[in-house]
């Protein structure tokens, strides 16, 4: 198996409230060229988990592989997209590309590198430009293309088109699966759009609350464009929505009972 989630239990040591346990035995087996979406209900834990297999936040108990490789830290075989681009302001658009890549190639290289990877995102108009001067659908592109820069051998995005405006984020739609067709790369992606993951994905795992775990993975056995009125897709798109409901209704009901309990 390429990607791998064993048993993976994330808490939070809380100062007022003691231990919190966002989600336990977790378990994800995800295989090469694979594009995988994750879906579920705000605070579920789909960011934490994805910061885990970044190696950005710790494992509390349980393992992550990649390949035969443990998950203990950051490396550049995991490249991150987050919702907000995050680039330098100070630095070219090139620049924000070859930045992760210093120390670890020559110069000419990484120029190479650079003008590669802003063609895949059809950026290379702009690459002496900086970020103030692109819109936020540019920036996110920018943002992709450094983190294809790197060469991963897993793209992790957490909601990378959550801020864009729609018809912006369908373009990027389109992009994202160019490059996923072209660069074989294998990508898990969190997103809050029920549509948005039946569109990009293989496969579509919905995570639940209160306890956090995995509650259903689909296959999205659909040939590519996928189109919003197609039946299949609109099936999908009701079934999720309705485990989705009962979760997202479980955290409503105890903010609700939270209130009830903390008002005199
Ligand atoms: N550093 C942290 N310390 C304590 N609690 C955290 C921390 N990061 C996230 N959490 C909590 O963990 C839960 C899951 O958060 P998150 O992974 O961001 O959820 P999601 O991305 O699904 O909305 C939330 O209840 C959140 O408040
Ligand atoms: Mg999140």
Redesign the pocket.
């Given at each position: 198996m390429f990607l791998q989630i064993k048993e993976v239990t994330k808490r939070?040591e809380?100062q007022q409230e003691g231990s919190?346990e966002?989600f336990s035995g977790v378990d994800l087996k995800i295989e090469k060229n694979q594009f995988v979406s994750i879906l579920?209900?705000?605070?579920?834990?789909?960011?934490?988990?994805l910061?885990m297999v970044a190696g950005l936040e710790s494992i509390t108990e349980g393992t992550i592989f990649l390949g035969d490789e443990k998950v203990t830290q950051p490396d550049t075989d995991r490249g991150m997209v987050f919702q907000q681009p995050a680039l330098f302001p100070w630095l070219s658009v090139t620049d924000n590309v070859i930045f992760p890549l210093k120390g670890k190639l020559a110069k000419d290289e990484r120029k190479k590198v650079a003008a590669k990877h802003l063609k895949m995102v059809h950026l290379t108009r702009f690459k002496d430009s900086y970020p103030h001067e692109l819109s936020g659908g540019m920036q996110q592109r920018v943002a992709i293309a450094r983190a294809l820069a790197m060469d991963p051998k897993v793209l992790l995005m957490?909601e990378p088109f959550g801020a864009l405006d729609e018809q912006t984020r369908h373009i990027l739609h389109d992009e994202l699966m160019k490059i996923f067709e072209e660069t074989k790369k294998t990508i898990l992606f969190?997103t809050h759009s029920i549509q948005e993951a039946i569109k990009l994905s293989d496969r579509v795992i919905v995570?639940g609350t209160r306890p956090?775990r995995i509650i259903a993975d689909f296959s999205v056995d659909i040939e590519r464009p996928r189109q919003r009125d197609d039946l299949r897709v609109i099936e999908m798109e009701k079934e999720i929505m309705s485990l989705l409901k009962v979760e997202i209704n479980k955290v409503l009901k105890e903010e609700l009972d939270h209130e009830a309990k903390h008002t005199y």
């Amino acid at each position: 198996m390429f990607l791998q989630i064993k048993e993976v239990t994330k808490r939070f040591e809380d100062q007022q409230e003691g231990s919190f346990e966002v989600f336990s035995g977790v378990d994800l087996k995800i295989e090469k060229n694979q594009f995988v979406s994750i879906l579920g209900p705000s605070g579920c834990g789909k960011s934490t988990l994805l910061s885990m297999v970044a190696g950005l936040e710790s494992i509390t108990e349980g393992t992550i592989f990649l390949g035969d490789e443990k998950v203990t830290q950051p490396d550049t075989d995991r490249g991150m997209v987050f919702q907000q681009p995050a680039l330098f302001p100070w630095l070219s658009v090139t620049d924000n590309v070859i930045f992760p890549l210093k120390g670890k190639l020559a110069k000419d290289e990484r120029k190479k590198v650079a003008a590669k990877h802003l063609k895949m995102v059809h950026l290379t108009r702009f690459k002496d430009s900086y970020p103030h001067e692109l819109s936020g659908g540019m920036q996110q592109r920018v943002a992709i293309a450094r983190a294809l820069a790197m060469d991963p051998k897993v793209l992790l995005m957490d909601e990378p088109f959550g801020a864009l405006d729609e018809q912006t984020r369908h373009i990027l739609h389109d992009e994202l699966m160019k490059i996923f067709e072209e660069t074989k790369k294998t990508i898990l992606f969190v997103t809050h759009s029920i549509q948005e993951a039946i569109k990009l994905s293989d496969r579509v795992i919905v995570m639940g609350t209160r306890p956090g775990r995995i509650i259903a993975d689909f296959s999205v056995d659909i040939e590519r464009p996928r189109q919003r009125d197609d039946l299949r897709v609109i099936e999908m798109e009701k079934e999720i929505m309705s485990l989705l409901k009962v979760e997202i209704n479980k955290v409503l009901k105890e903010e609700l009972d939270h209130e009830a309990k903390h008002t005199y």
